[in-house]
């Protein structure tokens, strides 16, 4: 086969609309890997979030998370890998939300921390809520950013958020010149921060390296700007039709919605 490594983005691409992985989704990875491709969850998730379709998948290996700032080995419960934010470039993504009158999510190493809970936040609250698993996400609303940070363990990865759409995009002008940090929209309301260089791409293709794997043997499934480096950056990139229009312009590949078993269609002929 051309392919040893199958990566996947979760929200919008492997998940449904509902937030779940689609029957045939699961049948296809498993033969997958049964033919011996190699699958990996790259998300912008917090490894909390993710573990419960790592389990559901059957996942064996590590997974990429906070848009590659980290690699995550479930068997072991501990970042093999990863750069987190310095101190002050934590409180100057703070003080920026501030002045902007935007909201903010901060993940850390064992929560996800915030002050104002959103529509987004609420739902996965409830989800979170739901899960069976074992521990359970944490997630966690504060008075104040500033004042546990000092106290915090590694600052990963912050979501800038708010329902203004102009607002939003005020502080994602001013935040693209700030040379310490790399932003990405990862829903149309949603950005993530991690520290300058860090992406799906840069994070998936080292690790593949690591283990003998060549990027022209990886193929990736992605719907959104922050799976672009990692479309982009391997052998075969293939977005989503949910995904934006400036998304799909940039990669070789589109394939139906995630609405449809389109993606175990693609992976059902990638090993047949």
């Given amino acids: 086969m051309p392919f040893r490594m199958i990566a996947l983005d979760l929200d919008g691409t492997l998940l449904d609309p509902e937030g779940r992985i689609r029957r045939r989704s699961i049948d296809a990875l498993k033969a997958a890997k049964a033919r011996g491709l190699e699958v990996v969850l790259v998300t912008g998730r917090h490894h909390s979030v993710t573990r419960p379709y790592f389990e559901e998948l059957g996942l064996t290996g590590p997974a990429i998370c906070c848009n590659g700032t980290y690699v995550y080995d479930f068997a072991t419960g501990r970042i093999v890998s990863g750069e987190p934010f310095g101190r002050d470039e934590a409180r100057h993504i703070i003080a920026s939300c501030r002045q902007h009158g935007v909201d903010m999510l901060m993940y850390l190493d064992d929560a996800m921390l915030y002050e104002v809970p959103t529509p987004h936040l609420q739902k996965l609250g409830a989800w979170i809520d739901s899960l069976s698993t074992r521990p359970k996400p944490e997630l966690r609303r504060v008075a104040s950013m500033e004042a546990v940070l000092d106290a915090a363990p590694n600052v990963w990865k912050f979501v800038v ?94 394939i139906g919605s995630n609405d449809t078993d389109a993606l175990a269609d693609r992976i059902e002929r990638l090993i047949a």
Avoid: C
Avoid at 215 to 237: E, K, Q, S
């Fill in 161 to 254: 958020t708010h329902s203004d759409a102009g607002r939003l995009a005020a502080w994602y002008a001013e935040a693209e010149t700030m040379p310490a940090y790399g932003v990405e929209y990862s829903w149309h309301d949603r950005i993530d921060v991690m520290p300058a260089g860090r992406s799906k791409g840069s994070r998936l293709i080292a690790w593949a390296a690591e283990r003998g794997v060549d990027v022209a043997d990886i193929v990736a499934f992605g719907d959104n700007f922050n799976d672009l480096a990692m479309l982009t950056g391997v052998g075969l990139g293939i977005a989503m039709g949910n995904a934006p229009d400036a998304v799909k312009a940039q990669v070789p590949e589109v």
